[in-house]
């Protein structure tokens, strides 16, 4: 189990960091829900994440195929 040192730093297990996909120079963030802290990797601003619902359209996406390709026969 990883300990805390005197700054406050800890180790983050191998496992973790890949799971997670953190190198060197990541950065984190922990967050309380219910009494409990989550560890997060922060996204860069220029990820996919900026462009979460900037799409937004009230078609399925069969529908937008469907508008793209025509109808299948």
Request: no cysteine; hydrophobic share 35%; charged share 30%.
């Amino acid at each position: 189990m990883p300990k805390i040192t005197r700054k406050g730093q800890v180790t983050i297990p191998k496992k973790v960091r890949d799971l997670l996909g953190l190198k060197p120079g990541s950065e984190v963030d922990f967050t309380m829900e219910g009494g409990a802290y989550f560890l997060e990797k922060k996204l860069k601003p220029g990820s996919i994440a900026r462009w979460a619902g900037f799409l937004r359209s009230a078609s399925t996406s069969d529908e937008i195929v469907e508008q793209l390709r025509g109808k299948a026969e």
